[in-house]
């Protein structure tokens, strides 16, 4: 592989490479960004050899193809292991992209929470983003208006606290039982909660105590969260600051590695 690989032009010189901050973690080393001939890249460092053997042979096939797609391969280094240099992607995986709007999320509530408004209506579909990906709450809605017994058939009732349904308790702490929901669609990727089942058979479960599962691949820290928003009691939910608090704490922990 390695012949190949020089021969087509895939070796890169390491005296061109500077390598700067990690910024990930790969299964088999970090990721840390860097220049190479004054091109932002991403540079995967395998330092164990037998490993590096493996994924010399897997990047010998990531040269045949290119796509607009696909992150872009530079080359690789054969150094202290194998260096794989590849463009750089300045706003990250798609998963930390997803967690990061939840903590945008709960910004924006504990900012509501601190101006006594509720939402009525916060789900995945209403939060918006913006030029700078930027998550923003949007669809204010419902937020004002007091409803009517008759526009309850209006009422997302997959979001919507077990309270808010029954006896039309619309509060702050029903805007966090949907924020619990909101975090489950994130943590899915965008799938529609309580899946394959009816409007009415939700509320049957929930009032008898049932829960959604853990998302897969969902942390265990985020699972306990969405199940305190989910609290029967609303005084006993979290408030959107200690919310966005543990996010926070939780993402910068993450990215710490
Ligand atoms: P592995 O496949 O070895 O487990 P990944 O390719 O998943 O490693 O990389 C781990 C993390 O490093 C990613 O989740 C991402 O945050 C970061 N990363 C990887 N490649 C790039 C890139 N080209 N640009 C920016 N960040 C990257």
Redesign the pocket.
């Known amino acids: 592989a390695e012949d190949e690989l020089a021969k087509a032009g895939w070796l890169l010189n390491m005296q061109h490479l500077s390598l700067g901050d990690k910024?990930?973690?790969?299964?088999?080393?970090a990721?840390l960004?860097g220049e190479y001939m004054g091109q932002k890249?991403?540079v995967?460092n395998?330092k164990c050899d037998v490993t590096a053997q493996v994924f010399l042979a897997e990047t010998a096939a990531m040269t045949k193809v290119q796509h607009k797609n696909l992150?872009r391969l530079l080359g690789v280094i054969l150094h202290n292991g194998l260096y794989i240099v590849?463009?750089?992607?300045?706003?990250?995986?798609l998963?930390?992209f997803l967690r990061t709007r939840g903590r945008n999320v709960s910004d924006g509530m504990d900012y509501l929470e601190s101006k006594k408004l509720v939402h009525r209506d916060l789900a995945a579909r209403n939060i918006l983003i913006s030029e700078d990906n930027m998550a923003k709450v949007s669809d204010f809605g419902l937020a004002k208006v007091d409803l009517k017994q008759e526009d309850l058939t209006r009422i997302p009732v997959k979001w919507t606290a077990p309270e808010a349904l029954k006896h039309n308790k619309f509060s702050t702490k029903s805007d966090v039982w949907s924020f619990g929901v909101l975090l489950w669609e994130i943590f899915s990727y965008g799938r529609t909660p309580y899946p394959k089942m009816s409007l009415k058979e939700v509320c049957e479960k929930i009032e008898n105590g049932y829960r959604m599962e853990a998302p897969e691949h969902c942390p265990p820290y985020v699972y306990a969260l969405m199940n305190s928003c989910w609290e029967t009691d609303p005084g006993k939910r979290p408030s959107f600051k200690k919310l966005r608090e543990k996010l926070e704490k939780e993402l910068r922990a993450l990215q710490e590695g």
């Open positions: 910024i990930g973690e790969g299964e088999f080393g990721v960004q890249v991403a995967k395998i992150v590849m463009e750089f992607m300045s706003k990250g995986s998963v930390n």
